[in-house]
T-cell receptor, first 113, second 112 residues
Framework: KAGVTQTPRYLIKTRGQQVTLSCSPISGHRSVSWYQQTPGQGLQFLFE???????NKGNFPGRFSGRQFSNSRSEMNVSTLELGDSALYLCASSLAGAPYEQYFGPGTRLTVT | TQLLEQSPQFLSIQEGENLTVYCNSSSVFSSLQWYRQEPGEGPVLLVTVVTGGEVKKLKRLTFQFGDARKDSSLHITAAQPGDTGLYLCAGARVDSGYALNFGKGTSLLVTP
């Protein structure tokens, strides 16, 4: 069974730009969660989608948004990028979301200059 | 505020030594998971513990969930260089919807 895939793996953007990251979950998984990982804060929950509906959102500004498509693939968007948005963005797929087990993709390393 | 506190933050040991990593909280969790993450990769699930007092063994790794479901520990026996990585605990709270709360992790280095 194929794992979680994330594209692109690496991204360099300039402050003020916007970015879209993509995640394809494991086949049959309907829940996709997004996390931001930084050395200082660790992994922080961004949001979770299940069957195209956002069920939970973390404590991030409105510049961070996401969506899920009918095939369970998900995208997250960050508008008006700031230097502090530089991080590893991880996507996790699950049958039904936490507390069920989550399987992570390799992440997208975003660098904002 | 970090819901889950992990200790120690860093650990450097020699091959063959034993170690224990702790994950503590003042909150109650419906389940707790342990992950290992290697550089440039996403976390990989090691185990899920659900019942207070539960002990699970995975080869040389022993995981324990506290009786009150507020804390957990990971014990590694006879560590090997392949155990090197970032160990993360993550908990699902009853009132946190579908989000996992992560600790900041314990970075383990095992040298030959």
């Amino acid at each position: 069974k194929a794992g979680v895939t994330q594209t692109p793996r690496y991204l360099i953007k300039t402050r003020g730009q916007q970015v879209t990251l993509s995640c394809s979950p494991i086949s049959g998984h309907r829940s996709v969660s997004w996390y931001q990982q930084t050395p200082g804060q660790g992994l922080q929950f961004l949001f979770e989608y299940f069957s195209e509906t956002q069920r939970n959102k973390g404590n991030f500004p409105g510049r961070f948004s996401g969506r899920q498509f009918s095939n369970s693939r998900s995208e997250m968007n960050v508008s008006t990028l700031e230097l502090g948005d530089s991080a590893l963005y991880l996507c996790a797929s699950s049958l039904a979301g936490a507390p069920y087990e989550q399987y992570f993709g390799p992440g997208t390393r975003l660098t904002v200059t | 505020t970090q819901l889950l506190e992990q200790s120690p933050q860093f650990l450097s040991i020699q091959e063959g030594e034993n170690l224990t990593v702790y994950c503590n909280s003042s909150s109650v969790f419906s389940s707790l998971q342990w992950y290992r993450q290697e550089p440039g990769e996403g976390p990989v699930l090691l185990v899920t513990v659900v019942t207070g007092g539960e002990v699970k063994k995975l080869k040389r790794l022993t995981f324990q969930f506290g009786d009150a479901r507020k804390d957990s520990s990971l014990h590694i026996t006879a560590a090997q260089p392949g155990d090197t990585g970032l160990y993360l605990c993550a908990g699902a709270r009853v009132d946190s919807g579908y989000a996992l709360n992560f600790g900041k992790g314990t970075s383990l280095l095992v040298t030959p």
